[in-house]
């Protein structure tokens, strides 16, 4: 019996079933070939990613030692910036208040000035406020150097309010110590003395504070000995050898606050960046 194979009208439909066949297997393959495209960011790196890979190559090393350079020196640029701008805020705050303090010393009659510094308008001698202003800003750039380098942040009220009682505390105590009256310059002294260690625990509570308050303290009383015997100027009723024995509460007193001040200017500053 015959096959329908063999029959010639059986032909066409073989070969349609052969063409239909073979194009289910190339959808196949070209479905298999947008998967294998859709998966490959996925399992590896893409050109652009490889070229980036390749671009931090040492072949490309002097395009990024460029930008990291530029990023250093932008870096050292604005830490100096910061450091001439609060220099300027400290030598300005010492000017002033110099100026203030002197006065009421002057007007009280405890520091005495040659007559022909007295008649000029701030009666005070013309190298009085730049050097208190120099200082101040010596001492308010050190107070948080040394802190950053004892790697003991201060991080005691640490905003402005607090930095302006301080300083009110700092004139009312210098403003004491020129109107009180007490039977003897001791009994003055140790009650300065309490007031300045109050001001330190209140605003400060450092041991960096305590430390570097008596050392200026220390350093600014030599000093004004040497002023003072070299008759530059003088005190009057002078119980310490040639000065009043509570200036170094002042001087302590004054070196905590302006310390203060410098803190808090330095709030938000970079770090110095280290040289290599």
Request: net charge positive; proline share 6%; with cysteine.
């Amino acid at each position: 019996m015959p096959r329908l194979d063999d029959h010639p009208w059986s032909g066409p439909c073989a070969k349609g079933a052969k063409h239909r066949s073979h194009l289910r297997a190339s959808a196949r393959g070209l479905e298999a070939k947008v998967g294998e495209m859709i998966n490959s960011p996925v399992s590896g790196p893409s050109p652009l990613v490889a070229h980036s890979a390749r671009g931090t190559g040492p072949a490309h090393g002097p395009a990024s030692a460029g930008v990291g350079g530029h990023g250093g020196s932008g870096h050292t640029n604005s830490w100096h910036h910061h450091w001439v701008q609060r220099s300027l805020v400290l030598f300005s705050v010492g000017v002033v208040l110099a100026l203030v303090l002197n006065l009421l010393q002057v007007q009280r009659n405890v520091t005495l000035f040659p007559e022909e510094v007295i008649a000029t308008i701030f009666s005070s001698a013309w190298w009085v406020p730049p050097c208190c202003g120099t200082a101040a800003a010596v001492v308010g750039l050190l107070y948080p150097c040394i802190d950053s380098h004892l790697g003991e942040p201060h991080k005691f009220k640490r905003e402005w309010a607090s930095v302006m009682r301080c300083v009110a505390v700092f004139v009312g105590i210098n403003h004491a110590s020129a109107k009180l009256d007490f039977a003897n310059n001791v009994q003055l002294s140790l009650t300065l003395a309490a007031l300045s260690l109050g001001l330190w625990w209140t605003f400060d509570r450092s041991r960096s504070g305590l430390g570097l308050g008596i050392t200026i303290a220390f350093l600014a009383t030599v000093i004004t000995q040497l002023l003072v015997y070299n008759g530059v100027y003088q005190y009057t009723s002078p119980d310490f050898l040639y000065i009043r024995s509570w200036l170094p509460c002042i001087f302590f007193s004054g070196g905590v606050t302006v310390g203060n001040i410098g803190r808090q200017l330095a709030m938000g500053v970079p770090e110095k960046p280290h040289s290599d």
